[in-house]
């Protein structure tokens, strides 16, 4: 069974970072791609990091240069430090793998901006 559990988040204060991890049980992680999604109160889910198989990593436009996302195959597990983080990054995050014959998710983990 696939298992995705994600850990790290917390209480910051802006301008502090935090670094988010997901970790993959019941699957050979290397041969996918893993996706951050994040969603605040009252708005939809959204991208916020992607790295492919090959180690190749995509951002959204609204943490570029703050965020970093790597992968560990031997570990299973996928990390994303969060640096210089602002209130509107405030949100659950979740991390996802899709197979072709399913979608994964994690429990989320939540991360909360404030002063």
């Known amino acids: 069974q696939v298992q995705l559990v994600e850990s790290g988040g917390g209480l910051v204060q802006p301008g502090g970072s935090l670094r988010l991890s997901c970790a993959a049980s019941?699957?050979?992680?290397?041969?996918?791609?893993v996706t951050w999604y994040r969603q605040a109160p009252g708005k939809q889910r959204e991208l916020v990091a992607r790295?492919?198989?090959?180690?190749?990593?995509e951002y959204a436009d609204s943490v570029k240069g703050r965020f970093g996302i790597s992968r560990d195959n031997a570990k299973n597990i996928v990390n994303v430090q969060m640096n210089n983080l602002k209130p509107e990054d405030t949100a659950v995050y979740y991390c996802?793998?899709?197979?072709?014959?399913?979608?994964?998710w994690g429990q989320g983990t939540q991360v909360t901006v404030s002063s």
């Open positions: 996802n793998l899709n197979t072709f014959l399913r979608s994964y």
């Open positions: 019941g699957i050979i992680f290397s041969g996918y791609a």
């Open positions: 790295i492919s198989r090959e180690g190749s990593t």
